[in-house]
């Protein structure tokens, strides 16, 4: 599985802690390049298509991930952390199918306490062939502290 690999903060995003004497629990960081092209499909016995892609922001003590133009129909998407022994790191965000939360196309997902997550499409066994794959665009994750 490939792995989107965002770095430590930088010192302007470290700054972004506290404004305007609020503390803030993360900062937006923009996903460089092209997720879909970085990512890994395989297609299960079944014929199911199974779509996923690792995204790594260091120090990051949860990611939420920001999903717009999300259109999976049956699908599903999952955000998760890769298996680790620490209980901090056990969540699941998901599963999200449709349009998304909002019915839209546009949402943040969960919190995933982890500095690294795998976001997962599993499309439904003979899902339209031809159509864009993933159905959805990454731009975007959350790196919290």
């Known amino acids: 599985m490939q792995l989107i690999e965002m770095g430590a903060l930088s010192n302007e995003e470290h700054l972004s802690r506290l404004r305007h004497g609020v503390r803030q629990v993360g900062v937006k960081r923009i996903l460089p390049g092209g997720v879909p092209g970085r990512a890994t499909t395989v297609s299960s016995p079944n014929g199911q298509q199974i779509w996923r892609v690792a995204l790594h922001s260091t120090g990051a003590a949860g990611i939420r991930v920001h999903f717009r133009e999300f259109s999976v129909g049956n699908g599903q998407v999952w ?18 199918s449709d349009k998304g939360l909002f019915h839209d196309g546009e949402f943040w997902s969960a919190t995933v306490n982890a500095d690294t997550v795998i976001v997962e499409y599993d499309a439904k066994a003979g899902s339209r062939s031809g159509a864009v794959f ?9 790196h919290q502290w």
């Open 79 to 96: 955000v998760y952390a890769p298996p680790s022994t620490d209980p901090r790191h056990s969540r699941i965000a998901g599963p999200y």
């Open 134 to 142: 993933p159905p959805f665009h990454i731009d975007a994750i959350s």
